[in-house]
T-cell receptor, first 113, second 113 residues
Framework: QQQVKQSPQSLIVQKGGISIINCAYENTAFDYFPWYQQFPGKGPALLIAIRPDVSEKKEGRFTISFNKSAKQFSLHIMDSQPGDSATYFCAASLTSGTYKYIFGTGTRLKVLA | GAGVSQSPSNKVTEKGKDVELRCDPI?????LYWYRQSLGQGLEFLIYFQGNSAPDKSGLPSDRFSAERTGGSVSTLTIQRTQQEDSAVYLCASSLMVNTEAFFGQGTRLTVV
């Protein structure tokens, strides 16, 4: 019940295209859903996050869509750029309880120039 | 400091030796997390600190792993009698409070030979 399932494992997108990464969770008590971006040799960096009281959050070219009933959330990267090439991790955590972040397995994105 | 600092950045050790990994969180951050990232894998939760106490140690893989935090600041992850399967990048993160943005360090790459 603590798992977060992420897909696809890898993704290749043309420059200017839309990158879509999906995550699904099981524990309905999760109430914070961040996305992290990781470049090789670096630690993950927070990209955007959402709480379940909203269905969508947009920051620049990055949008999280959240479907509470389906227990799914996704990251959309509009106008994808070669500089977006990185590994993306979704995560979920609880406001109460142990507070740890449960991470998805990651999606390696490559944006072709 | 400006960010989460981890040391050493790389560590090569012989099987059976003990190692200590250090994490300096962002000043004032009360929550501190340790994660492990194996090659090409997601982030595996190890332990979480709130202040100096560790409410959740459930991710520590064996009793060879231990961690402590002193003064509500620096944390040390100790691995005793290292095994080859311990080879991974060990990531530390801190957040101002639980369930707020977690900032990651660049990690310590541990190689057990």
């Amino acid at each position: 019940q603590q798992q977060v399932k992420q897909s696809p494992q890898s993704l290749i997108v043309q420059k200017g295209g839309i990158s879509i990464i999906n995550c699904a969770y099981e524990n309905t008590a999760f109430d914070y859903f961040p996305w992290y971006q990781q470049f090789p040799g670096k630690g993950p960096a927070l990209l955007i996050a959402i709480r379940p009281d909203v269905s969508e959050k947009k920051e620049g070219r990055f949008t999280i869509s959240f479907n509470k009933s389906a227990k799914q959330f996704s990251l959309h990267i509009m106008d994808s750029q070669p500089g977006d090439s990185a590994t993306y991790f979704c995560a979920a955590s609880l406001t109460s309880g142990t507070y740890k972040y449960i991470f998805g397995t990651g999606t390696r994105l490559k944006v072709l120039a | 400091g400006a960010g989460v600092s981890q040391s050493p950045s790389n560590k090569v050790t012989e099987k059976g030796k003990d190692v200590e990994l250090r994490c300096d969180p962002i000043s004032g951050h009360t929550a501190l997390y340790w994660y492990r990232q194996s090659l090409g894998q997601g982030l595996e939760f190890l332990i979480y600190f709130q202040g100096n106490s560790a409410p959740d140690k459930s991710g520590l893989p064996s009793d060879r792993f231990s961690a402590e935090r002193t003064g509500g600041s620096v944390s040390t992850l100790t691995i005793q009698r290292t095994q080859q399967e311990d080879s991974a990048v060990y990531l530390c993160a801190s957040s101002l409070m639980v369930n707020t943005e977690a900032f990651f360090g660049q990690g310590t790459r541990l190689t057990v030979v």
